[in-house]
């Protein structure tokens, strides 16, 4: 299971590969304020940020990654990358074309095209993920398989649900993808509604329509994916992770969390590696 990735470690601080049935996944570490120039990969690639900042550059096209969010490039594909004042933090999966784990229709059409697709339990899976390549025992292989296949299900049925409602308003993208880019602030219906110019009733009506959840709920979902990668990725207090996450208090974090993982957080922490993760469903 030891097969290194040369893609992604030229320019990288820290990486730790391994292989599975044709995917070489590979937790990786790049330095603060570098880049690297013009250059594709071999296989098919997802890569999911877990901290840091990263700006990617496609045909000419800025694209910037955050947390909780998959981005695929297809083999060949030239692009340049910058790293932010942190650095970045990322998981990789580069996919032989062979890969039978992924020889069928809507997975293949996700890895042949650049897309990125965001959903708050991304990151929470992508941690169980690192725990596995850099902790294996004798179920690694199968549960790096299992959550990784779990990510692109997730993944595809996301970018089919955005395929599939072609009349969402550019203001409605616009508004998902600020409460992505500052879940963590104090955001107010009313200042995202005059940030997108549409009034707030219809921004809330329309959200809840196109998403499936009122943008209270979504943003709390958002916050509490966040909160889950940080008891998996970090040795944090829990009051702190609590507070950050914009809870008011510790108590009123775990009944929340708990609805949300089905367990406090505590135990959460301290059971969830090597359990199979629904965050996606």
Not at 41 to 46: E, T
């Amino acid at each position: 299971m030891n097969r290194v990735s040369e893609s992604f470690s030229s320019g990288s601080e820290e990486f730790v590969s391994t292989s599975i049935a044709g995917v070489v996944l590979s937790d990786v570490r790049f330095p603060p304020m570098t880049a690297m120039a013009e250059h594709e990969h071999p296989r098919n690639c997802v890569v999911i940020l877990l901290e840091g900042d990263i700006d990617l550059s496609v045909s000419g096209t800025r694209l910037l990654a955050t947390t909780s969010q998959l981005r695929s490039l297809p083999a060949g594909e030239p692009h340049a990358t910058g790293f932010g004042a942190d650095g970045a933090r990322v998981i990789s999966a580069e996919i032989e074309d062979e890969a039978p784990l992924f020889r069928n229709g809507p997975v293949s059409s996700l890895l042949g095209r650049v897309s990125d697709v965001r959903h708050p339990g991304i990151a929470t899976v992508a941690w169980q993920m690192v725990r596995e390549i850099r902790e294996p025992d004798a179920v690694t292989g199968l549960a790096l398989e299992s959550h990784l296949l779990h990510l692109l299900a997730g993944a595809v049925r996301l970018a089919n649900g955005a395929e599939a409602r072609p009349g969402t308003p550019a203001w409605l993208v616009e508004a998902h993808d600020l409460i992505h880019d500052r879940f963590l602030e104090d955001l107010r219906v009313g200042y995202i509604a005059e940030t997108v110019g549409i009034h707030p009733v219809h921004l809330a009506r329309r959200f809840r329509v196109v998403y499936g959840a009122s943008l209270g709920d979504y943003l709390r979902r958002l916050r509490l994916g966040w909160a889950a990668s940080r008891l998996l990725g970090s040795d944090d207090p829990i009051s702190m992770i609590a507070s950050q996450a914009g809870f008011s208090d510790q108590a009123h974090f775990t009944r929340a969390f708990s609805r949300y993982a089905g367990q406090p957080p505590n135990r959460f922490r301290k059971s969830r590696l090597g359990a199979s993760s629904s965050a996606l469903n």
